[in-house]
């Protein structure tokens, strides 16, 4: 039949695509749930359905029923602002989340502030807790300043860039040196469009969190998800009708300010997950019990482990690993040696207080080829934990790994760039003060004090995370994260992960379009 030809009875060939605006989320994600119950257009289901009819809908086939995927419609956008770096890691580690957060490498974080935790009547920690973030800070903005000025007098401003541009460059790279000394209590601030189904478990996860800022955050969120929403144009409106006459101002806001709600019937039943909270408890303790005592091996930055293992012993190795601070390494040979029904039991306590719908945890996302155990500078980390075609399985924050120094970054390896500006005594005595001070308050007697004693931990501190990927990820990491317009600490890992494929897969390595970190790059390709 030719292009021309009258159609047969009942075919369409005329496809309809509309953008939406305005409507509700939770009254959308309802309207395109109907797609699999009703032959109505998006059109007519909006113009049938209300906010109420849309609640009712939710609580049927959400709650009830288990449809989750119907939280997967609703979109809603969130500023969380002034908030501590430790908790902007755990706030972001969603497989499907989306945002955007204040940047270490580009931005002077030297008047964010910080967090001050709850030291209840514990004084001498409050007071070593001020001392140190003052240190920390002091150190921040000398290690910046002095690394600025050496870079000034080793590198000259090509004539073809501006000299506004050429300083931006220079303070990036002062940044990306002295960001090793920010502690995990300074403020940032992010923005995040997640749809409901990772809003809801995202509280429920905060609210399950042993971090007192966790928690209030899960609360914060659940109550901005459920509560009055800025209405962004009633905004705008009242703004342009009071400077056009400021004697209008109030009936201006009265008449463009209603009240918006985001997702409420999705998110409102959001609370601390138990299955969680009992299996992490169960999951230290077992960890304790199997490595009794031993320290973590040794361990370089980057360890790809071949598979070797029973995906039932690479499982209980990951619940064990997520619960432990030893490499994936040592782990899997220790559990790789266990009675059969030894491994079945360590499985089984990841799953035996799983709810109905409770999704089991990220440990199960087992089977992937490719295993990366990586050792790196927190703030490296920060940048790495954004691949969320991975599966990541972070372990706790500790001192027990030490710190990154930075030396020659990525400037010819005869170059110090602390030393030869000045301030690498300073800069390891502030990281060795944070150490000590978290140290001391973990063991004082604090509400939460371990947990307050993370604050302290620079940047610079080492943690351990298992990124389990196929090759196209490895690929994509390694091509990206190795570019020139990196920080050099990510940079070395992507190389590193280049060169472990290299040696177990080198066939497929040499596909993979890796800058080498080993070479010196021009500091103002950013």
Same mark, same amino acid.
């Given at each position: 039949?030719?292009?021309?030809?009258?159609?047969?009875?009942?075919?369409?060939?005329?496809?309809?695509?509309?953008?939406?605006?305005?409507?509700?989320?939770?009254?959308?994600?309802?309207?395109?749930?109907?797609?699999?119950?009703?032959?109505?257009?998006?059109?007519?289901?909006?113009?049938?359905?209300?906010?109420?009819?849309?609640?009712?809908?939710?609580?049927?086939?959400?709650?009830?029923?288990?449809?989750?995927?119907?939280?997967?419609?609703?979109?809603?956008?969130?500023?969380?602002?002034?908030?501590?770096?430790?908790?902007?890691?755990?706030?972001?580690?969603?497989?499907?989340?989306?945002?955007?957060?204040?940047?270490?490498?580009?931005?002077?974080?030297?008047?964010?502030?910080?967090?001050?935790?709850?030291?209840?009547? *514990?004084?001498?920690? /409050?007071?070593?807790?001020?001392?140190?973030?003052?240190?920390?800070?002091?150190?921040?903005?000398?290690?910046?300043?002095?690394?600025?000025?050496?870079?000034?007098?080793?590198?000259?401003?090509?004539?073809?860039?501006?000299?506004?541009?050429?300083?931006?460059?220079?303070?990036?790279?002062?940044? *990306?040196?002295?960001?090793?000394?920010?502690?995990? /209590?300074?403020?940032?601030?992010?923005?995040?469009?997640?749809?409901?189904?990772?809003?809801?478990?995202?509280?429920?996860?905060?609210?399950?969190?042993?971090?007192?800022?966790?928690?209030?955050?899960?609360?914060?969120? !659940?109550?901005?998800?459920?509560?009055?929403?800025?209405?962004?144009?009633?905004?705008?409106?009242?703004?342009?009708?009071?400077?056009? *006459?400021?004697?209008? /101002?109030?009936?201006?806001?009265?008449?463009?300010? !209603?009240?918006?709600?985001?997702?409420?019937?999705?998110?409102?039943?959001?609370?601390?997950?138990?299955?969680?909270?009992?299996?992490?408890?169960?999951?230290?303790?077992?960890?304790?019990?199997?490595?009794?005592?031993?320290?973590?091996?040794?361990?370089?930055?980057?360890?790809?482990?071949?598979?070797?293992?029973?995906?039932?012993?690479?499982?209980?190795?990951?619940?064990?690993?997520?619960?432990?601070?030893?490499?994936?390494?040592?782990?899997?040979?220790?559990?790789?040696?266990?009675?059969?029904?030894?491994?079945?039991?360590?499985?089984?306590?990841?799953?035996?207080?799983?709810?109905?719908?409770?999704?089991?945890?990220?440990?199960?996302?087992?089977?992937?080829?490719? !295993?990366?155990?990586?050792?790196?500078?927190?703030?490296?980390?920060?940048?790495?934990?954004?691949?969320?075609?991975?599966?990541?399985?972070?372990?706790?924050?500790?001192?027990?790994?030490?710190?990154?120094?930075?030396?020659?970054?990525?400037?010819?390896?005869?170059?110090?760039?602390?030393?030869?500006?000045?301030?690498?005594?300073?800069?390891?005595?502030?990281?060795?003060?944070?150490?000590?001070?978290?140290?001391?308050?973990?063991?004082?007697?604090?509400?939460?004090?371990?947990?307050?004693?993370?604050?302290?931990?620079?940047?610079?501190? !080492?943690?351990?995370?298992?990124?389990?990927?196929?090759?196209?990820?490895?690929?994509?990491?390694?091509?990206?994260?190795?570019?020139?317009?990196?920080?050099?600490?990510?940079?070395?890992?992507?190389?590193?992960?280049?060169?472990?494929?290299?040696?177990?897969?080198?066939?497929?390595?040499?596909?993979?379009?890796?800058?080498?970190?080993?070479?010196?790059? *021009?500091?103002?390709?950013?």
């Amino acid at each position: 039949m030719s292009s021309d030809s009258p159609l047969p009875s009942g075919a369409r060939n005329q496809t309809d695509v509309f953008a939406i605006h305005g409507a509700d989320p939770e009254v959308l994600a309802y309207a395109m749930a109907k797609y699999s119950r009703s032959s109505l257009s998006l059109r007519e289901s909006l113009n049938e359905i209300s906010a109420q009819r849309a609640e009712q809908f939710l609580n049927t086939f959400y709650f009830q029923y288990g449809h989750r995927s119907i939280a997967d419609l609703a979109h809603i956008a969130f500023a969380v602002e002034r908030l501590s770096l430790l908790a902007a890691i755990a706030l972001v580690d969603e497989q499907r989340w989306d945002g955007q957060e204040r940047s270490t490498r580009y931005q002077n974080f030297l008047k964010s502030g910080w967090y001050f935790p709850n030291f209840g009547q *514990d004084s001498a920690s /409050a007071r070593l807790y001020a001392g140190t973030i003052d240190t920390l800070f002091a150190a921040y903005q000398r290690t910046t300043a002095a690394v600025l000025e050496d870079l000034s007098r080793r590198i000259r401003c090509p004539e073809t860039l501006k000299p506004d541009a050429f300083e931006r460059a220079l303070k990036a790279r002062a940044f *990306d040196v002295a960001r090793y000394l920010l502690p995990l /209590a300074t403020n940032t601030s992010l923005g995040q469009i997640v749809n409901a189904r990772t809003l809801e478990t995202q509280v429920s996860r905060l609210l399950s969190h042993p971090q007192a800022e966790l928690r209030d955050l899960g609360l914060k969120l !659940r109550e901005a998800a459920t509560g009055p929403a800025w209405n962004v144009n009633a905004q705008s409106a009242a703004a342009f009708i009071e400077k056009l *006459d400021p004697s209008l /101002a109030d009936e201006a806001a009265n008449l463009f300010t !209603r009240e918006v709600r985001t997702a409420p019937t999705l998110v409102k039943y959001a609370e601390p997950n138990e299955y969680s909270i009992l299996t992490q408890a169960e999951l230290a303790h077992a960890a304790a019990d199997l490595l009794n005592g031993m320290p973590p091996a040794a361990a370089g930055l980057v360890d790809l482990v071949e598979r070797t293992e029973t995906l039932e012993v690479e499982l209980a190795s990951t619940l064990v690993y997520s619960a432990s601070h030893h490499p994936y390494r040592q782990i899997r040979d220790l559990v790789a040696a266990l009675p059969e029904a030894r491994v079945h039991e360590i499985i089984e306590l990841g799953l035996r207080h799983r709810g109905r719908h409770d999704e089991a945890l990220r440990a199960f996302h087992a089977g992937a080829e490719l !295993r990366f155990d990586i050792l790196m500078d927190i703030g490296g980390f920060r940048d790495m934990h954004r691949h969320r075609r991975c599966v990541q399985i972070i372990q706790g924050f500790t001192r027990l790994h030490g710190c990154e120094i930075p030396d020659s970054a990525d400037l010819p390896a005869d170059v110090n760039l602390l030393e030869d500006a000045g301030v690498l005594i300073e800069f390891k005595s502030a990281l060795a003060a944070a150490l000590a001070a978290s140290a001391t308050i973990a063991a004082g007697p604090a509400p939460e004090a371990a947990q307050s004693a993370l604050y302290l931990l620079p940047l610079a501190t !080492r943690v351990r995370c298992l990124f389990k990927m196929d090759f196209a990820e490895a690929q994509y990491i390694s091509e990206l994260r190795s570019g020139p317009a990196g920080h050099f600490s990510y940079r070395r890992v992507a190389w590193e992960m280049y060169k472990a494929l290299e040696r177990q897969h080198p066939a497929l390595a040499r596909h993979i379009r890796v800058t080498d970190f080993t070479q010196p790059i *021009d500091l103002l390709k950013r």
